[in-house]
């Protein structure tokens, strides 16, 4: 049964006054032994213990020997903060009513409370990021450990290593390493979620990026896209995406693994999951919008092939506006390379009759009063890649309105 604020807070003012209630119990003993020495040398000049105020007050004075708590990783860092809080969430009444009950506990009960209180504030500290990987990361290397715990162990590093502090700090305690193996393991489930870990550590972070690439995953997240479980092969190419994405030597890498010509697979098969080919046509804008970017670098073959330019206008054929604007995204990019043969675009893949398709199928959009700005924004694109396609045919030098 779930505890309000309010109990828990009786609860743990309650350990905390019995602890208090101990070590008042302890100052009140030691002044009345002083007390007898003060009475037998009838010294006034001695030295004397004094009471604190209240509880606030004895723990609020500095201790010399205080540990320092600033490395804590969670919960309740000191006594005071638990008593600050259990104050702030009692109620009056009960916690007269409490300090009542503590002070008819004898010496044995009072110190069995003080000991529930210590494990208590064990309890509610909570492990730092760090720790939680590295439980994880032991779940994973645990070869007896169900496949229930390993795909729990998966979930929860997919959501440790988002933040970009935690993915820096991965590779630090092994875990890339871990979850690379992962990708080889019998379970498709397993090797979705390795995958998505991967792209989701490596997304617009050089430094991860790296560190997987050296760990040699590329090859086998490239072999994942092929997998029949659709889950599967788009968790795979969403991490490769991320993976090269902005990054040189990755795309270098990318091609040696035949990564090219994965892509033209994807795009050529109009049967394969939409999302797949998504991203597929995404990773292609971005492959040549790098290359855009580095006109030192000679242009590859590929982005001259008759098949893959015929294979990334097809995709303006489908009925996904999504997939559409991906598609001419792509082409606008192809269109502006140095090796770019308009004639190809024209006669082998019949971009001139895809690009007024598009037109018409938007111009129609245009009537519905939900898509209309959509449909004006990529009407815009649309025309800007058909300038760009009639000035390098060099046709006309203006779209006709």
Request: charged share 25%.
């Amino acid at each position: 049964m779930k505890r309000s604020p309010g109990s828990l807070a009786i609860c743990l003012l309650l350990l905390l006054l019995l602890f208090l209630f101990g070590i008042l119990e302890v100052i009140a003993s030691a002044n009345r032994v002083h007390e007898n020495n003060n009475n037998n040398n009838n010294d006034s000049s001695s030295l004397y213990w004094s009471t604190a105020k209240d509880e606030v007050d004895l723990l609020s004075k500095p201790q010399a020997q205080q540990e320092d708590d600033s490395d804590s990783d969670g919960g309740f860092s000191s006594l005071e903060g638990m008593l600050q809080w259990a104050i702030g969430h009692s109620d009056p009444a009960k916690l007269k009513e409490t300090s009542q009950d503590v002070q008819r506990l004898s010496p044995t009960e009072l110190k069995n409370r003080q000991t529930e209180l210590k494990e208590l504030m064990e309890k509610l500290k909570m492990p730092s990021d760090a720790q939680l990987m590295q439980i994880a990361l032991d779940d994973l290397n645990n070869s007896s450990v169900s496949l229930e715990d390993r795909h729990r162990a998966l979930q929860e590093l997919l959501i440790l290593v988002e933040p970009i502090d935690n993915a820096n700090d991965f590779n630090k305690l092994g875990g890339f390493a871990v979850v690379i193996q992962e990708l080889n393991h019998p379970d498709s489930d397993i090797r979705r979620i390795a995958a998505w870990i991967l792209g989701t550590a490596s997304q617009n972070n050089p430094v991860v990026q790296r560190q997987i690439l050296e760990l040699g995953a590329l090859a086998q997240l490239i072999k994942m896209v092929k997998s029949s479980s659709v889950e599967e092969a788009t968790k795979a190419l969403y991490a490769v995406s991320a993976l090269i994405r902005s990054n040189v030597a990755g795309q270098e890498l990318f091609y040696a693994e035949a990564g090219d010509l994965m892509l033209q697979d994807v795009l050529s098969n109009s049967s394969i999951d939409i999302r797949l080919r998504k991203k597929a046509v995404f990773l292609v804008g971005d492959l040549t919008e790098c290359q855009l970017e580095n006109m030192e670098r000679a242009e590859l073959p590929f982005f001259s092939s008759h098949i893959f330019l015929k294979s990334v206008v097809d995709q303006t054929a489908s009925d996904d506006l999504d997939l559409q604007e991906k598609a001419l995204v792509a082409i606008k990019n192809l269109l502006h390379l140095r090796m770019a043969d308009p004639l190809v675009f024209k006669e082998f893949c019949g971009l001139d009759c895809a690009l007024e398709r598009m037109r018409q199928q938007l111009h129609n959009l245009m009537s519905d009063e939900v898509l209309r700005d959509y449909a004006m924004d990529m009407e815009s694109l649309r025309g800007e890649v058909e300038l760009i396609f009639r000035r390098k045919l060099g046709e006309v030098t203006q779209v006709p309105t």
